[in-house]
């Protein structure tokens, strides 16, 4: 046999490992019902919402033009 079939070879059965691999793991893998137990650790509770923000209006502590950095600052005069 040459390098040629053998290579071929090669990724013929490579492909044929991975497929059946495939074919394993989707056989064996169990079917997942509508009806399933699984709890998904979810907790619920009724609650009833405010009837008023937490803070009423948001206010800045700065107003006005905030001054230029030292280096931004054209010179004195």
């Known amino acids: 046999m040459n390098a040629r079939k053998v290579r071929a070879l090669s990724a013929i059965v490579a492909s044929a ?13 169990p079917i997942h019902s509508a009806g399933s137990t699984m709890q998904t650790g979810v907790t619920e509770t009724a609650t009833t919402p405010p009837t008023e923000p937490a803070t009423a209006k948001a206010v800045p502590i700065v107003t006005g033009p905030a001054p230029l950095p030292s280096e931004e600052q054209g010179l004195p005069g």
């Open 17 to 29: 490992a991975v497929s059946v691999g495939a074919l394993v793991v989707a056989a064996t893998e």
